[in-house]
């Protein structure tokens, strides 16, 4: 019974988060962009755009699942506010979906399930993006469904898991890329080991094939509809984050360690017998898994610790099986539930704060943005005034000569400064916004 109430917890904090959610505005120009892509895409999900711009620097499938929330949300006129609600849920039930996921994957073990869940939700990181207008919530969702099949697979020995397999890591290579590559390779790796070598998963060619059907239809679409081109800024957006100078090789490791760091030290005060058990068949997977992908994520050049949280249910499942057979579950759970809920409390009083603080500023900036009159981007777009203004706002290098025209710019701008707005994610950041009557084809890019 007290189990089940732990359980019943839990549904109740989500409660609340999504309650929150409801009220929360957009936390960063991140979270904007992401909202205006899809706001902006729904009629169209398979092409989306920023800004009426093209935008293929990540996969279309979050627009495409976003697609019919937001045309009921155009049915019921629903207020911008309440579409960007909808758009938190997609993030909020990828969270729900990875927690049952977890809880089938230790086969309905309430206890280890509850004591797994704990430990993930007590991870700042991970927890921070449950109500955040991202793919990670998505990707994470779809990464953790496909380690279910695989799971599945080696219980049941059915090629049907096979194909869901590769079905499942195609559509998370859809939300954001194949950064989930990791995974597979990491299962393919713990297939080599004699002594634990399972079914050969990753040279099953059928399954190769729902693999790469998703994504070659939707490329292949883009490479008829708009050519080769379309894909540069793709391409330029990888060789930047692959090759561009950073953090150092040991950022992501240390980014792991510090958002479980209670759990690793439990885990190092029982050091021989840690050892001993790491060993075992259900532990040596996730710990390959992890293994590899820091091992490849080092080398990258700048580096996001939102990248890691699709690892974050591994080292879940890792800490729980092994401090399970560490400790008593009576001294565990308690210690993963005080963890979890002091977590919890800081992400809670941090959305909070942002209501009462942020809000205020996003709903002033609305209403100071002039959104009626001809106005146009000096140089670099804001994508918070763009979704605000729920209208395209052009380059003014593509507006011809007017009588008036409304420049906005994060500079000091040519023509009588008409007033400034103050950007509300960057305190000493200020928008100027400039009357120009002229010709705008010399203005300097």
């Given at each position: 019974?007290?189990?089940?109430?732990?359980?019943?917890?839990?549904?109740?904090?989500?409660?609340?988060?999504?309650?929150?959610?409801?009220?929360?505005?957009?936390?960063?120009?991140?979270?904007?962009?992401?909202?205006?892509?899809?706001?902006?895409?729904?009629?169209?999900?398979?092409?989306?755009?920023?800004?009426?711009?093209?935008?293929?620097?990540?996969?279309?499938?979050?627009?495409i699942l976003a697609s019919p929330l937001l045309y009921t949300a155009e049915l019921f006129a629903l207020t911008l506010e309440q579409k960007i609600f909808l758009l938190r849920l997609i993030s909020l039930f990828s969270y729900l979906g990875i927690s049952f996921l977890l809880y089938l994957c230790l086969e309905r073990n309430l206890e280890l399930s509850l004591l797994t869940l704990f430990i993930l939700f007590s991870s700042f990181r991970f927890l921070s993006f449950i109500s955040r207008i991202d793919l990670e919530p998505l990707f994470v969702f779809f990464?953790?469904?496909?380690?279910?099949?695989?799971?599945?697979?080696?219980?049941?020995?059915?090629?049907?898991?096979?194909?869901?397999?590769?079905?499942?890591?195609?559509?998370?290579?859809?939300?954001?890329?194949?950064?989930?590559?990791?995974?597979?390779?990491?299962?393919?790796?713990?297939?080599?080991?004699?002594?634990?070598?399972?079914?050969?998963?990753?040279?099953?060619?059928?399954?190769?094939?729902?693999?790469?059907?998703?994504?070659?239809?939707?490329?292949?679409?883009?490479?008829?509809?708009?050519?080769?081109?379309?894909?540069?800024?793709?391409?330029?957006?990888?060789?930047?984050?692959?090759?561009?100078?950073?953090?150092?090789?040991?950022?992501?490791?240390?980014?792991?360690?510090?958002?479980?760091?209670?759990?690793?030290?439990?885990?190092?005060?029982?050091?021989?017998?840690?050892?001993?058990?790491?060993?075992?068949?259900?532990?040596?997977?996730?710990?390959?898994?992890?293994?590899?992908?820091?091992l490849v994520l080092s080398f990258s050049g700048k580096k996001y610790d939102k990248y890691l949280l699709f690892l974050h249910p591994l080292v879940a499942l890792f800490l729980a099986k092994s401090l399970y057979e560490l400790y008593a579950l009576r001294l565990l759970l308690p210690l993963?539930?005080?963890?979890?809920?002091?977590?919890?409390?800081?992400?809670?009083?941090?959305?909070?704060?942002?209501?009462?603080?942020?809000?205020?500023?996003?709903?002033?900036?609305?209403?100071?943005?002039?959104?009626?009159?001809?106005?146009?981007?000096?140089?670099?777009?804001?994508?918070?005034?763009?979704?605000?203004?729920?209208?395209?706002?052009?380059?003014?290098?593509?507006?011809?000569?007017?009588?008036?025209?409304?420049?906005?710019?994060?500079?000091?701008?040519?023509?009588?400064?008409?007033?400034?707005?103050?950007?509300?994610?960057?305190?000493?950041?200020?928008?100027?916004?400039?009357?120009?009557?002229?010709?705008?084809?010399?203005?300097?890019?």
């Open positions: 019974m007290k189990k089940k109430a732990l359980f019943y917890v839990l549904l109740f904090t989500f409660f609340l988060l999504t309650l929150e959610a409801y009220f929360l505005p957009l936390n960063s120009e991140k979270e904007a962009r992401r909202a205006e892509v899809a706001l902006e895409s729904y009629p169209h999900p398979l092409f989306p755009t920023l800004n009426g711009n093209l935008y293929f620097t990540k996969p279309p499938l979050h627009t990464t953790t469904l496909s380690l279910y099949f695989f799971l599945l697979y080696e219980r049941k020995n059915q090629s049907i898991y096979v194909y869901l397999f590769y079905l499942a890591s195609g559509l998370a290579t859809l939300v954001r890329g194949p950064l989930n590559l990791l995974l597979i390779l990491g299962i393919y790796l713990y297939n080599f080991i004699p002594s634990f070598k399972s079914r050969s998963i990753l040279v099953f060619l059928p399954g190769l094939i729902f693999f790469f059907l998703p994504i070659i239809l939707w490329v292949g679409l883009v490479l008829l509809q708009f050519g080769p081109q379309a894909f540069n800024e793709l391409l330029l957006d990888l060789k930047t984050r692959s090759l561009e100078k950073g953090d150092p090789p040991y950022y992501y490791l240390l980014s792991l360690l510090l958002n479980f760091l209670p759990y690793f030290l439990l885990l190092i005060l029982k050091g021989k017998r840690t050892l001993s058990i790491i060993k075992k068949k259900d532990l040596l997977l996730p710990l390959i898994i992890l293994g590899l992908s820091l993963a539930l005080v963890l979890f809920f002091l977590n919890f409390s800081v992400v809670f009083a941090l959305n909070l704060k942002q209501i009462k603080e942020l809000a205020p500023k996003i709903e002033a900036l609305k209403k100071e943005l002039g959104c009626s009159e001809k106005i146009c981007f000096a140089s670099e777009e804001n994508h918070l005034f763009v979704l605000l203004c729920q209208r395209r706002i052009p380059s003014c290098q593509m507006v011809p000569s007017v009588e008036r025209l409304i420049i906005i710019s994060p500079s000091s701008c040519p023509g009588k400064i008409l007033k400034t707005l103050k950007d509300p994610y960057k305190k000493a950041k200020e928008w100027y916004f400039c009357e120009h009557t002229s010709s705008l084809l010399n203005l300097p890019p």
